[in-house]
């Protein structure tokens, strides 16, 4: 209950509140929420008290807007840990069922910022694999993996059909097995229909382009990934600890 008696903010017992009807499932996903005049009335605060408590939870995901049709509530977004783990991992990890579309499967010669990622010469080919990741059947990345066909000389596209996870191919037909890997993030608009068409969301859409080179134990690099992450989907959660 909001309170003046409390020590706290009206606006953050008021966000707390929205917090807690949403996780009760009061409020469900693509749900709409009472209006802000509506707001005032059932907890008797200012309407400044209501859009500074509405602000904070669309700027943290909790809630989107619909210009000229209210406020809503966002699906959960998938909090991302910077560790080492595929896609697949990462979904079932939260509940989540993954799927994939493969886009394009073929081979080319690397081109030089791939070559230099992947240690290889410049006339050296790479297995090229786009795929469409989706969890619980919606689109929430785009990923491009290349791979040195010099490691992977018999790869079928057939094992990307009978494999929910790429990693698990390489690991239980190439005994390659990642061990660590060194992660680039940028935050994009995505300007490309293509791009935004395939993930289902519209022409300057936040979102995460995020490059990957993994590396096996013996510190030879085996992929070379750029992703595409949906920026209403995704958030980053890092662990920091002291040096002593």
């Known amino acids: 209950m909001v309170s003046r008696d409390k020590p706290l903010p009206l606006y953050y017992q008021l966000k707390s509140e929205l917090l807690e009807d949403i996780k009760k499932g009061i409020y469900r996903e693509d749900e709409k929420i009472p209006s802000e005049n509506e707001l005032q009335k059932i907890y008797n605060v200012s309407l400044i008290?209501?859009?500074?408590?509405?602000?904070?939870?669309?700027?943290?995901?909790?809630?989107?807007r619909i210009q000229g049709k209210g406020?809503?509530?966002?699906?959960?977004?998938?909090?991302?840990?910077?560790?080492?783990?595929?896609?697949?991992?990462?979904?079932?990890q939260k509940g989540i069922e993954p799927s994939t579309i493969i886009l394009n499967f073929g081979k080319e010669r690397a081109e030089k910022d791939i070559a230099d990622a992947l240690n290889l010469a410049n006339d050296e080919d790479v297995w090229i694999i786009e795929r469409l990741r989706l969890g619980g059947g919606e689109p929430v990345a785009l990923q491009k993996s290349y791979l040195p066909c010099s490691l992977f000389k018999d790869f079928d596209e057939e094992f990307l059909k009978t494999a929910s996870s790429l990693y698990s191919i390489l690991k239980t037909?190439?005994?390659?097995?990642?061990?660590?890997?060194?992660?680039?993030?940028?935050s994009i608009n995505i300007s490309d229909r293509v791009i935004a068409e395939r993930l289902s969301?519209?022409?300057?859409?936040?979102?995460?382009?995020?490059?990957?080179?993994?590396?096996?134990?013996?510190?030879?690099?085996?992929?070379?990934?750029?992703?595409?992450?949906?920026g209403d989907r995704y958030s980053i959660r890092v662990n920091l600890i002291t040096e002593r």
């Open 201 to 230: 969301v519209s022409l300057k859409t936040a979102a995460f382009l995020v490059k990957r080179i993994t590396y096996t134990e013996e510190g030879i690099p085996f992929e070379y990934a750029v992703s595409i992450l949906r």
């Open 173 to 186: 037909r190439f005994n390659i097995i990642p061990y660590r890997a060194e992660e680039d993030y940028n």
């Open 49 to 64: 008290t209501v859009r500074k408590a509405l602000s904070d939870l669309v700027q943290e995901g909790i809630l989107y």
């Open 71 to 92: 406020t809503f509530v966002a699906k959960p977004k998938i909090q991302r840990y910077l560790n080492l783990m595929s896609f697949t991992e990462e979904m079932r």
